[in-house]
């Protein structure tokens, strides 16, 4: 995946050096975001997660991207597990969370992520590791920086449409 056909990010087009400002400034934007939805605890289909439950995930998005940037410092190339998002709505109760909470929360994870990264050389941006999706693959920590960037930008995208599905929705 290079490109994003959905939100329209090309992988290519962001610079490693750009990556932890990105980062921190895609932490702030969530707040306007997760609160310009009326209900950021409903869902606008049954099969499509809540604006905070979008939130829980970035923020989860954000520290387990951490945790395999670290493993691929100290392992040459590393298999990373999936996270197992769609289990993590459930089994961390995504939507009975404090906003305000997963919303700091998410800002710290971006954070440190963004010091970790920022903290890398050519040489370690070039190690790479295993990744699960979309399909398995050896992957640079350049494109594992690039692909967390989008992450958090295509889901700002989707917690828009959750304010919006409920705006056209008329509830």
Do not use: K
Not at 10 to 23: D, I, M, N, W
């Amino acid at each position: 995946m290079d490109r994003c056909d959905e939100c329209l990010f090309v992988y290519s087009a962001l610079g490693s050096g750009e990556l932890p400002q990105r980062l921190r400034d895609l932490a702030a934007r969530y707040p306007a975001a997760l609160y310009g939805v009326p209900d950021p605890r409903r869902r606008p289909a049954p099969e499509v997660w809540s604006a905070l439950e979008y939130a829980c995930h970035v923020r989860d998005v954000f520290r387990v991207q951490g945790e395999r940037l670290a493993l691929a410092l100290r392992v040459d190339e590393p298999e990373f597990h999936p996270m197992g998002r769609d289990e993590l709505v459930i089994t961390e109760r995504y939507n009975a969370q404090d906003p305000e909470v997963v919303l700091a929360d998410l800002a710290a994870a971006a954070d440190g992520f963004a010091a970790r990264f920022g903290a890398l050389g050519e040489v370690e941006l070039e190690r790479t590791g295993v990744y699960p999706w979309p399909r398995r693959e050896a992957r640079t920590l350049r494109w594992l920086g690039r692909h967390t960037v989008h992450e958090a930008e295509h889901h700002l995208l989707d917690i828009r449409r959750a304010g919006e599905a409920r705006t056209a929705g008329g509830a």
